[in-house]
């Protein structure tokens, strides 16, 4: 009898294998569909603190999933400020801002150790189009970034600093939350400056928000874990108890929600 050995490390890899896969992939999808997916993800490539996914000018290439760890995506005007559009967590897609005009729009940088799942965009088209509900599910994702980018304008136009800070960490909840994390653990992978930076605030005004909530009793601050104490406070802080529906209120960059 010959003994067929397994390579777990490929069946780790696998997008079957993956935890993350209710996010990327539509549902529901079958094995052979799921196979053929699987197939299609060429890299699954690390990348260091500080190293970037691609640069703004960049070609189209691929569009890329966050396996794990988190990435920034951030412009630069002319004098070389950068301005921070978004957080990316585990099972939120990357790169759609190069759609438009086959090549990217902006900077992509790893905020911790990242693995990134990378798919060249032809194939994922041809894939798409013979795979039901999938390029309904791209659609999906695209439209989730046009809500994010009104959302992100209506955080910094409309919100005052505290407003803001507590929006922020609600979102952040509700994302680590759809990953299977506890709701009121917020690990924060991004820098204090990031945050202000996203927040159009400064960082002395993050900073001093922050001992104000924890001083408040609202959360907790330990380096980066976050621990939400009063979610009712935090609701109200954000201004959601005027929203006729608080769990979607202002969703920053709710993934794929990711994406």
Avoid: W
Avoid at 58 to 76: M, N
Avoid at 102 to 124: G, K, N, R, S, Y
Avoid at 199 to 214: H, P, Q
Avoid at 230 to 244: C, I, T
Wanted: hydrophobic share 40%.
């Amino acid at each position: 009898m010959t003994l067929v050995q397994l390579d777990l490390a490929q069946i780790k890899r696998s997008c079957s294998a993956c935890s993350l896969r209710h996010l990327c992939l539509p549902a529901p999808i079958d094995a052979a569909d799921l196979s053929r997916l699987d197939a299609l993800v060429r890299a699954r490539r690390p990348l260091k603190t500080g190293e970037s996914l691609y640069l703004a000018g960049a070609p189209l290439r691929s569009l890329f999933v966050v396996r794990s760890g988190s990435v920034k995506t951030f412009v630069e005007d002319k004098e070389g400020e950068a301005q921070i559009l978004g957080f990316h967590l585990p099972g939120e897609l990357v790169g759609l801002d190069a759609l438009a005009e086959d090549a990217h729009q902006c900077h992509a940088v790893a905020l911790e150790h990242t693995t990134i799942c990378e798919v060249t965009v032809p194939q994922l088209l041809d894939v798409a189009s013979q795979i039901p509900g999938f390029q309904r599910h791209l659609l999906r994702l695209q439209s989730r970034e046009l809500v994010r980018d009104h959302e992100h304008l209506v955080l910094t136009s409309r919100l005052q600093a505290l407003e803001r800070v507590a929006a922020f960490l609600l979102a952040l909840s509700r994302r680590y939350h759809h990953l299977g994390h506890p709701e009121n653990r917020i690990q924060l992978s991004m820098a204090r400056s990031d945050i202000a930076n996203y927040l159009s605030l400064a960082i002395e005004t993050v900073s001093r928000l922050f001992g104000k909530l924890s001083d408040m009793k609202v959360i907790s601050v330990r380096r980066r874990m976050v621990h939400v104490l009063d979610f009712s406070k935090l609701h109200e802080l954000a201004r959601e108890h005027h929203q006729g529906d608080a769990e979607h209120a202002y969703p920053i960059n709710a993934g794929n929600q990711a994406g």
